[in-house]
Every structure is written in C-alpha cells, then in structure tokens.
C-alpha cells in the first residue's frame, strides 16, 4: 500500500453521529455530534467535544450532564438538522416533531432513540476550538421493543447509522462477532470426542451474551 503523508487532521471514519440531548425541563435542546465516545469501562465513562460558541455548550456546563441517544435511519434528517441549526435560532425538538422525557437525572432524554446514555459530567478538558466534556455514564435506557424473552437487547435491529468522511451511512451486515476469530481456532483443537459433544450442546443463557471486556 502506497501512502501520501499530510498535515494532522480530524480524518477519521467511520465515527458516530449522535444526537445529543441537553439542558432542562423548561429549555432542552439536540446537536448532533461526532467528536463522541466510550473513554472507560468501570465505571462507565463517555466524553463529547462541544465548540464554545454552540449553545449545547452553555447548556451543558450549566447543568453538568447531557444525553447520548443511538441515531438510527428514521433520526438520519433529524441528525443533520441539528447538525446544521442552533437551538438559538429555533426550537429543533418541536421543528423536527420530536419529543424528550427526563432521565435519572433530570436530563433530557430523546423518546425516538433506541438508546439513551444518561451522563453526569466529572470534567471539562480545554483542548482547542473544543472542549472536551468527560462524563460518568450513570443510566442507560434501552427500547423494550429490542428486547428478546431474556432481556438480550437486539441493537442490530436498530437501523443505526454512522458518519464517514461527510457521509451518513447505515450499518451493514455482521462480519463476525466479539471474540470469533479465537473461537474458530479453538474449535479446530477440538480432539475429545466428549470434548467435542459438550461444544455441540447449546451455551448457557449466561456464555450467549458475550460480553466485550474491553
Ligand atoms: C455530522 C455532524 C457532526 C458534528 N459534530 C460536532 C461535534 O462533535 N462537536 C461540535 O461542537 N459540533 C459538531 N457539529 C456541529 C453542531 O452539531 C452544530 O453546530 C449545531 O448547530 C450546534 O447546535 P446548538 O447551538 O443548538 O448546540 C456536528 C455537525 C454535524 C452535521
């Protein structure tokens, strides 16, 4: 692979486009963010940038939390809109026909996202045109309807949607699953034909939800 060299920059893909809920009861607000994500497992940790100017901003740093809500397909002009317009000029929720219910703690939750991230901020990091907000992610409320009889949330059912280099794209098809590329090869060591029986037998509730340890 032959490669150019350039100037640092932002390009990276594909990233999230999320629409981020803040503010309060009597003055909640969406932008849509990319600069977005997952910064800890335990406890639970997420970050967004937010440049100063955006009123997302000042809303945030005057209740200290705000909302990740999952973009799905139906959200996608949604996500462009409050991409686009600022809450100072218009009011997006009521504009875009959308609706938010209050959280754990009080913050404004997305009612047509699949997935909310309820997030308490812990620190404000000054990085550049952004600041970075770094928050404890202290609920996450799921859609019933992705629920399946054992309470396993069926995210692929979404239709959610990523950002990649000015594109907003809908997720594909599976290519593997978390940790597949070491079950296959432990299948092969497979020589006990009692060994062999066992890894036949259907996994227990608990081994069918993977979780990710990352
Ligand atoms: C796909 C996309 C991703 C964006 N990501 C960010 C981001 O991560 N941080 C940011 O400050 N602005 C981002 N913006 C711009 C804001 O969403 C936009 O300025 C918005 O109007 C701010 O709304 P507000 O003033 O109501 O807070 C993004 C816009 C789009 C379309």
């Known amino acids: 692979m032959s490669k150019q060299m350039w100037k640092g920059s932002t390009l990276m893909a594909p990233v999230p486009v999320m629409l981020v809920t803040c503010g309060d009861f009597q003055q909640p607000n969406i932008m849509t963010a990319a600069w977005t994500g997952i910064v800890c497992s335990d406890p639970p940790m997420a ?6 100017e955006r009123l997302s901003h000042a809303l945030i740093s005057r209740t200290g939390t705000f909302a990740l809500n999952l973009t799905t397909k139906e959200l996608v002009k949604a996500a462009d809109f409050c991409g ?4 100072r000029e218009v009011d997006k929720i009521k504009h875009l026909g959308l609706s938010v219910s209050l ?29 970075m907000f770094l928050a404890e992610i202290v609920a996450v409320h799921a859609e019933t309807d992705l629920l399946d009889e054992d309470g396993k949330l069926h995210l692929e059912r979404a239709g959610l949607i990523a950002y990649s280099h000015g594109d907003y794209v809908e997720l594909g098809k599976t290519l ?34 993977p979780k990710s340890g990352l």
């Open 84 to 87: 686009v317009k600022s809450g």
């Open 176 to 209: 593997g699953t978390f940790g597949y590329s070491v079950r296959k090869k432990e299948r092969k060591k497979e020589e006990n034909p009692l060994r062999r029986a066992a890894a036949r037998r259907p996994l227990s509730k608990k081994r069918r939800t």
């Open 103 to 131: 959280g754990s703690i009080l913050c404004p939750l997305l009612d047509q996202s699949p997935v909310s991230l309820e997030c308490r901020v812990v620190k404000k990091l000054e990085l550049g045109v952004h600041d």
């Open 47 to 52: 970050y967004v940038s937010v440049r100063r």
